[in-house]
Each structure stands twice: as structure tokens, then as C-alpha cells.
């Protein structure tokens, strides 16, 4: 029994403004439910006791210590921006008024 229909294929290529030849809406929709066949052979499998993951590989963040360390010279700081007004960096507008 098929559960996707070639109808629905062109529904959703419709929505997605894909414009599909009957070739191609036939293909996708065999390719779509050998897709859902294995997703069904998916969900047969006992994954009892098995820990949920959201990688397949454990990502572990890097990181260091946050340290206040104080700039001598507070100029030499200032002058080093492309642009500089009074005590602050100066940067280009980005919202307009």
C-alpha cells in the first residue's frame, strides 16, 4: 500500500515552487515512502535502556576561566579603533532615526 500519493508530491512541490515533470513527481514519490519504509523498520527496533543522545558524537565545551585583567593605558587602547570619539569606539550607524 502506498502512503504517499504522486498527488501529494505535487502538493508539496506546489508549496515549495518546485515545478516536478510526472518523471520526477513518480520518483519522489517512491523515493519518499522507501524513506517512511525505513523510518517504519526504524521504530521496530527495542530501544529499551538505550540513553537519548543528540549527537553521535560527545561535543564537551572548552572553556576557561573569566578573568578581569585591567588595561594600563586607556588611550592606547582607544587609539587602536578605526575611529574614536572621546572615550568610546566610534562605529557606523546602524539604525535609521
Request: aromatic content about 4%; proline content about 2%.
Amino acid at each position: 500500500m502506498n502512503r504517499i500519493t504522486e498527488d501529494q508530491v505535487k502538493k508539496v512541490a506546489e508549496l515549495a515552487r518546485l515545478k516536478l515533470d510526472s518523471n520526477q513527481v513518480k520518483h519522489h514519490a517512491e523515493q519518499i515512502e522507501k524513506i517512511l519504509d525505513y523510518v517504519n523498520q526504524l521504530e521496530k527496533i527495542d530501544t529499551t535502556g538505550v540513553a537519548c543522545t543528540t549527537r553521535a558524537i560527545e561535543v564537551i565545551n572548552v572553556l576557561r576561566s573569566d578573568a578581569n585583567n585591567k588595561f594600563e593605558d586607556r588611550d592606547e587602547l582607544l587609539n587602536l579603533a578605526p575611529a574614536r570619539e572621546n572615550d568610546f569606539f566610534k562605529v557606523p550607524k546602524i539604525i535609521k532615526s
